[in-house]
C-alpha cells in the first residue's frame, strides 16, 4: 500500500540537526516556566539574596570599622561580581539537570524519544533553556547591585561576556555529566543535581586567590576552567588587565570538559536503550 | 515491449529473529523476547496478545527503537531501525497509558509542542481538527495532569495522530477505560484505519478488541511467539468460542504442550 494522502500533506521532518526540533523543546520548558510565576521568582529569588548578602560582606570589609580588608578594598564590588558569576555556573548546570528532570518526572521521555527528536537537539534545547533561566535568576540581581552598592558588574565590559559563556558552558557541562548519572542509576541520583557544583565551590577559587589553597590543591584548582574565570576576574577588578591567559586555559579546559560531558551523556543515553530505561523513568 | 514492474510495498513491520535479554543482579541473564520473527502486512490491524511477562511491551519498546535488541533486526515500513530509525519515526507513532505527557502542560501546549516534533505545517489548525474529532475541545486548555483516565487516553490518541502515522503502535489503548469511551476509542481507530489506510500493531489484554479490531494475532508466552492466525483461524484450531478462551488456552498451557510455534503456525495458517 502506498504512503497514504495524509501523510503528504504532514512534510516531515529529514533534517539530522532540525533547529524546529530544538525550538519545540525549548516551548515545552517555557510552556513550563511561564505557567507557574512562583517558578519565575524562585529563579532570582536567591541570586539576589546572595547578591545582597555578599554585597555588605563586601562592604563591611573593605570599611575602616570591618577592619579595612586591603584586598577587597583595592576592588570595589569584588565579591559581589564572584557571587554574581558563581551563580552563573550554578544556574547554568542547574537549567540543564532540572529541564533533564521535568522529562523524567512526568515521564516523558518515551514519547520524546518516538518522536523525531535526536538526542544532540535536546541536549542544544537544555542548554538553551539552561542559558534563559540563568539569565532571568542573575540579571535581576546584577541589576539590583547597582542601587544597592553602586556597583554595576557590567562595568567589566566585554570581558563579562567571556567569563559568562566560560561559566554557563562549564556548568551545561556539569549538567550533562549529572544527567548521565540520573539516567544510569534512576531516580534515586536526582539529589545531585543539586549538590554537585558546590564540589567545585572550594577549588574554583571564587572568593579568594588560587595562591591560598594548598600547594598540593592548587593544580586541581588550575584544571578547572571556573578557577581560571574567577582569576581573571580579579585581576581585572584589582588591575585593571584582562588575563588572556586565563582566558585561553578556560576556553581550553572548557572544549575538553564539554566534549567528555557529551560523549558521557550519549554513553548513558545508549545504555539508557540498551537497558530500558526510557520507558521505566519516574518517581 | 516493456516490462511492467509493479512497486513492491515492504511490509509495514518485518522481524527476524529478535531477542532481548537483560541482566540479572546474580550475574545471570533473563531472556524477555527469544528470537521472534513476524511480519505485520500494511493496512493491516494485528494484535500481540499474551500475560503479564509474556514479552509485548519488550517487542513493542524495540519497534519504536526505545530499546535495543540483543540480536536480530527490526525493520519498519521497509527501513532498519538500527541503521535509519529517525527517517522512520515521522511516519509512525505510539500511544500508551504507561507513558504520560506533561501533567503541567494543557492540552494544547502538549499538542502543540509534538506537533512542531513532528514538523508539521498548520500546527494550529491540526490541533483544532484532532481536538474536534477526539471531542477534546472542551478542556483543550486545561493542565493534561487533571483530566479522568478517559480523557487522558483520548489526549494520548490526539498526540499519537498528529502526524497521521502510516504505522501506529498502541499499547493497551483502552485499558482502566469505562466500557463507552472504550467503544469510543475502538471506534475512532476502525475509522481511521478505514479513512488512511495505516497499520496498526496494538497490544491488548482485552479480547473482545482484538476480536473486534484485529485481522491477525500473535500470541506471545515467555519471549516467544507461541501461535499465529486470524481470529477465526485461532478459534477453529482450538476449537473455542471465544478468542479468550483460546488466550486461556495458550496463557495456561505447559512449555511441553502441542502449541505451534513460529513457522509451523505459519504452515498451518
Known sequence: MPPNDAIAAHPVPRADFSLRRVGAMVLRYWYLLRGSWPRILELAYWPTMQMILWGYINQFMASSSGGGSGWVAQGAGVLVSAVLLWDVLFRGQLGVSISFLEEMWSRNLGHLFVSPLRPGEWVTALMTMSLLRTLIGVLPAAALAIPFFGYSVFALGLPLAAFFANLIVLGWSLGLLIVALILRYGMGAEGLAWIVVFMLAPVSAVYYPVSVLPAWLQPVSLALPSAHVFEGMRALVFEGVLRWDHLAWAVGLNALYMAAGVGVFLYAFRQARVRGALLQTGE | ?269
Open chain 2, 1 to 269: 515491449m516493456t516490462e511492467r514492474t509493479i512497486p513492491q510495498h515492504p511490509p509495514a513491520i518485518r522481524v527476524a529473529r529478535l531477542t532481548k535479554r537483560f541482566p540479572t543482579p546474580g550475574g545471570g541473564e533473563v531472556t524477555a523476547v527469544d528470537a521472534i520473527d513476524f511480519t505485520v502486512p500494511r493496512g493491516s490491524v494485528t494484535g500481540l496478545l499474551g500475560g503479564n511477562g509474556a514479552g509485548k511491551t519488550t517487542t513493542i519498546s524495540m519497534l519504536l527503537g526505545l530499546l535495543l535488541p540483543t540480536a536480530g533486526t527490526v525493520e519498519i515500513l521497509g527501513v532498519d531501525m538500527a541503521r535509519h530509525r529517525h527517517a522512520v519515526l515521522p511516519r509512525m507513532n505510539f500511544s500508551s497509558p504507561y507513558v504520560e505527557l506533561p501533567h503541567r502542560l494543557t492540552v494544547r501546549e502538549n499538542l502543540t509542542v509534538y506537533a512542531h516534533l513532528y514538523g508539521l505545517t498548520c500546527v494550529k489548525k491540526r490541533v483544532r481538527e484532532l481536538s474536534e474529532h477526539l471531542d477534546l475541545t472542551r478542556f483543550l486548555d486545561r493542565p493534561s495532569g487533571g483530566l479522568s483516565a478517559g480523557q487522558k487516553t483520548r489526549v494520548a490518541l490526539a498526540k499519537a495522530l498528529l502526524n497521521d502515522p502510516e504505522l501506529l503502535l498502541l499499547d493497551e489503548p483502552t485499558a482502566s477505560l469505562d466500557p463507552d469511551t472504550a467503544d469510543w476509542i475502538r471506534t475512532y481507530l476502525e475509522r481511521y484505519r478505514a479513512r488512511t489506510g495505516a497499520t496498526i500493531l496494538l497490544a491488548s489484554h482485552n479480547m473482545l478488541e482484538v476480536e473486534r479490531l484485529c485481522d491477525s494475532v500473535l500470541m506471545m508466552r515467555q519471549g516467544r511467539i507461541v501461535d499465529r492466525g486470524a481470529p477465526s483461524a485461532l478459534l477453529a484450531r482450538y476449537g473455542r468460542q471465544t478468542l479468550e478462551e483460546v488466550f486461556l488456552d495458550i496463557a495456561r498451557a505447559s512449555d511441553g504442550s502441542t502449541l505451534l510455534t513460529g513457522e509451523a503456525a505459519d504452515a498451518a495458517e
